[in-house]
C-alpha cells in the first residue's frame, strides 16, 4: 500500500485546514490509520487515529475538540480536519496505517504503523 497526504499550507491562526490521506494498492478496510506531525528536534507525535472498519477514533489531548478525523472508504481517503488552528499546531504532517486494529494505549505508537506517506506542511502564523 502506497499512501499520498495532501493539503497542508499556511493558515492564520483560529483558521481551518483539511488533510486528505488517499490510499493505493489496496483497501484500507481494515487496521488503523493514523495522523502525525513532527517537528524539527521533536519526535513523532501521534495526533488522530481511526480504526478503517469499525470508524473508532482516537485523539491526542492537544488536538481533541478541534481536530476530526474521518475515512471515505469508497474512495479509500482519510481526512483530518483541523479547525482553531493554533501556531503550536505548526508541523509535517504525515498519514500512516497500521494492520492492526490498534487501541487506546497503542495507536499513538509509531512502531505500530507500517506504512507512511510523505508528510505535508501546515504552518499557522498571522
Known amino acids: 500500500v502506497q499512501l499520498q497526504a495532501s493539503g497542508g499550507g499556511l493558515v492564520q491562526p483560529g483558521g481551518s485546514l483539511r488533510l486528505s490521506c488517499v490510499a493505493s494498492?489496496?483497501?484500507?478496510?481494515?487496521?488503523?490509520i493514523g495522523w502525525f506531525r513532527e517537528v524539527p528536534g521533536k519526535g513523532r507525535e501521534g495526533v488522530s487515529g481511526i480504526r478503517a472498519a469499525y470508524g473508532t477514533t482516537f485523539y491526542s489531548r492537544s488536538v481533541k475538540g478541534r481536530f476530526t478525523i474521518s475515512r471515505d472508504n469508497a474512495a479509500n481517503t482519510f481526512f483530518l480536519q483541523m479547525n482553531n488552528l493554533k501556531p503550536e499546531d505548526t508541523a509535517v504532517y504525515y498519514c500512516?496505517?497500521?494492520?492492526?486494529?490498534?487501541?487506546?494505549?497503542?495507536?499513538?505508537?509509531?512502531?505500530?504503523?507500517?506504512?507512511w506517506g510523505q508528510g505535508t506542511q501546515v504552518t499557522v502564523s498571522s
Open positions: 500512516a496505517w497500521s494492520r492492526y486494529t490498534l487501541i487506546t494505549s497503542t495507536w499513538s505508537q509509531r512502531a505500530q504503523y507500517d506504512t
Open positions: 494498492g489496496r483497501s484500507l478496510d481494515s487496521g488503523t
